[in-house]
């Protein structure tokens, strides 16, 4: 008898290991089986356009199976993209609070999250996110550009400097220039209140982060011509002109008046010269055909422009030429008539704006430092082509 007990002894372990096995797959199964409901209904609910009921279930889901992160924000992520913040907002500060979920998917999460505070204008809220991220590499530089998008829609040019430290680290040019920009906006306070030193160190600073920042030159010249120093204001428009070709037509006007007060107009004209050589730049042809004109006369300098006009036809090198007619034509009738056509296309010219955006494309007659649409720091230039330069 005992011997029988010991021999059905495996048996019964056997039995038992099976039956628990089949329990647990039970278990298991039955888990699977609430999570697809429940995920199922929350895409029900999200196709038919009732998010609300939608978000519980899916979060629900998410309790259950780490699986569904990459939904989560995808779905936020739609939902900011349509302006439903809120709902953005519920389903990122959720996944924040999972103590489950990975690293990596709550640094996510805090990001994202970070992202939907400045979407709503809740500026306090998304720098004190993006300044927890800092430390974290794979989202430092993020976190940077953002937060200086907040100090530059708040005008916080100091907030955004005291990043410096993390800023050079990340010797991102995009980003430098930025901050180059922050140092510019300071120097343009502190030159309106006369502090000549306080500027020549925030442009000095402005040109380490960026040696390529027109603006910081462009403020450097004024500072020099106000204090009469034209050689080094000269100088800074030569370097405008080799850090940005297309800005450089709005500083021919003030770069000539440095060069007459030093007597140099001759100078002048020839880099002006190799400047429409170039470049082919209109406001640099008009000016030295206007050269041309003082020095050997009208005839030389129809026939330069008309050359010029021929290889590049631009409204504003016509509208020029039309001027020049009127001066050398000495029958009445015909100035009349060039004076209409004159009257003409500065009407059209009028209503078209100098100024257009290298990123976006916004146009305007006025210039900005920081384009007004996608707030790019030093987009805006001179128009190029027919209607510009
Ligand atoms: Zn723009």
Redesign the pocket.
């Known amino acids: 008898m005992l011997t029988l007990l010991f021999l059905l002894l495996p048996v019964a372990m056997g039995y038992g290991w099976f039956m628990g096995r089949n329990s647990i797959k039970q278990n298991h199964q039955t888990a699977k089986e609430t999570l697809s409901i429940k995920y199922s209904t929350g895409l029900n609910y999200l196709l038919s356009n009732q998010q609300d009921k939608a978000i519980d279930y899916l979060l629900e889901a998410l309790k259950l199976e780490d699986d569904t992160v990459e939904a989560h924000f995808a779905m936020a992520n739609l939902f900011r993209r349509r302006g439903e913040l809120d709902r953005a907002l519920k389903v990122h500060e959720y996944l924040v609070r999972q103590k489950h979920l990975s690293n990596k998917d709550k640094e996510q999460a805090a990001f994202e999250l970070g992202k939907d505070f400045l979407s709503a204008g809740l500026y306090d809220r998304a720098e004190a996110m993006f300044i927890k991220l800092l430390k974290n590499k794979n989202y430092c530089l993020k976190s940077l550009t953002y937060l200086m998008q907040i100090y530059q829609s708040t005008k916080d040019w100091h907030q955004g400097i005291a990043l410096k430290k993390d800023i050079v680290k990340t010797r991102d040019k995009k980003i430098m220039h930025s901050l180059a920009n922050f140092y510019c906006e300071l120097a343009t306070q502190a030159l309106a209140d006369d502090q000549f030193i306080e500027v020549i160190e925030l442009l000095e600073n402005a040109l380490q982060q960026d040696q390529n920042s027109c603006r910081a030159n462009w403020l450097l010249a004024q500072v020099y011509e106000n204090h009469q120093q034209y050689n080094e204001a000269c100088l800074c428009y030569q370097d405008i002109y080799q850090q940005d070709k297309d800005f450089f037509p709005d500083v021919i006007e003030r770069m000539y008046s440095c060069y007459r007060e030093l007597e140099a107009e001759e100078e002048f004209y020839i880099f002006i010269r190799k400047v429409y050589d170039e470049t082919g730049s209109t406001s640099a042809l008009i000016k030295y055909v206007s050269y041309l004109e003082d020095s050997y006369g009208n005839n030389r300098a129809k026939e330069f422009i008309l050359f010029a006009l021929k290889r590049r036809p631009t409204i504003h090198g016509f509208k020029h030429l039309v001027k020049m007619q009127m001066l050398s034509t000495e029958q009445q009738s015909n100035i009349e008539n060039l004076d209409v056509i004159k009257e003409l296309v500065s009407a059209y010219l009028n209503v078209k704006q100098r100024y257009s ?6 146009n305007s007659s006025t210039h900005y430092w920081s ?6 720091w030093e ?2 230039k001179p128009v190029r082509g027919l209607e510009g330069e």
């Open positions: 955006c290298r990123t976006c494309g916004f384009c007004p649409s996608c707030h790019g987009q805006l």
